[in-house]
C-alpha cells in the first residue's frame, strides 16, 4: 500500500501538459496516495489557463483535468494550515500559498512534492520536512 504525501500544482499539471518532469510527476502519483488542499484546485486552474492561453492546450482537456483532480487528490480544507503558512512565509519571505503546502507536509508528517525549484530551495534547510522534488526525483 503506497504510503500518502502532499504534492502542489507544480505537479498536478505535469500530470497533463508535457514537460521534461511529466514522467516524473506520474510516477509521483503512482508511488503516492496523493493529499492537497483544496487551494491546489485554483493554483492548477490558474497554470492551465496560462497553457490554454498560450495555445498549448485545449479549454476543454484543461477543464476535464481540473475536475478530476479531486480523484486524484485527497482534498483537505487549509484554514487550520494558515497560521503555520503565514508564519513560514514571513520566516522565510515566500508566498502564503507555497507556504500552505509546506505546512500540510509538517502538520501530516508526509513528504512534500514538489517541482517548484524556488520552493524547494527556500525549505530545503526546514527541518522536519521531507522534501521530494520532481527535479531530483529517483525512479
Known amino acids: 500500500m503506497p504510503s500518502s504525501a502532499i504534492c502542489d500544482a507544480s505537479v498536478a499539471v505535469r500530470w497533463l501538459v508535457d514537460d521534461p518532469l511529466s514522467a516524473v510527476a506520474i510516477d509521483a502519483r503512482r508511488q503516492y496516495d496523493l493529499i492537497g488542499p483544496w487551494l491546489l484546485l485554483s493554483e492548477t486552474a490558474n497554470a492551465l489557463r496560462d ?5 498549448s492546450l485545449p479549454v476543454d482537456l484543461a477543464r476535464r483535468h481540473l ?5 486524484q487528490v485527497e482534498m483537505h480544507a487549509e484554514e487550520t494550515l494558515m497560521p503555520l503558512a503565514l508564519k513560514l512565509a514571513v520566516e522565510r519571505d515566500h508566498a ?11 502538520t501530516r508528517a508526509a513528504p512534500l ?5 524556488r520552493l524547494a530551495r527556500k525549505f530545503a534547510d526546514l527541518s522536519g520536512l521531507e522534501l521530494r522534488t520532481l527535479q531530483t526525483w529517483k525512479q
Open 67 to 71: 475536475m478530476g483532480l479531486p480523484r
Open 96 to 106: 502564503v500559498y507555497d507556504c500552505v503546502y509546506v505546512a500540510m507536509a509538517l
Open 51 to 55: 497553457h490554454v492561453k498560450a495555445g
Open 113 to 117: 512534492i514538489t517541482g517548484d525549484a
